[in-house]
């Protein structure tokens, strides 16, 4: 593999992950694992297109696999900056007391 593809996808991966690391807790839950899965789906497909062109005998399967990884890596910054935003936390609603009667007023108890 060539140094510079190593140098491109490395920056890559290195750019999404401080990207992944800074902005994952201000995406939606659904929106991240949605990323990572259809990530994880093009690396596992990328590993075995490249397995399979080395089992063959070619040398093309590490630029393969590096290829998807740089290209992968920044499509997913791209599309988690893109991502709607997760909504706010917000403290869970106090129960609703009904009010007590003042029974020194002489009204009567329910």
Do not use: K, N
């Amino acid at each position: 593999m060539p140094a510079w593809l190593m140098v491109v996808t490395g920056s890559a991966i290195l750019i999404s992950g401080t990207v992944e690391i800074a902005y994952a807790h201000r995406r939606s839950t659904a929106a991240c694992v949605r990323l990572m899965f259809a990530y994880d789906t093009g690396w596992t497909v990328a590993t075995v297109v490249a397995l399979g062109v080395a089992w063959l005998g070619s040398t093309a399967g590490g630029e393969i696999w590096a290829g998807y990884q740089a290209v992968a890596s920044l499509a997913f910054t791209v599309l988690l900056l893109r991502a709607p935003a997760a909504a706010p936390a917000t403290a869970p609603a106090a129960p609703v007391q009904p009010p007590t009667p003042d029974l020194s007023a002489g009204e009567p108890a329910p």
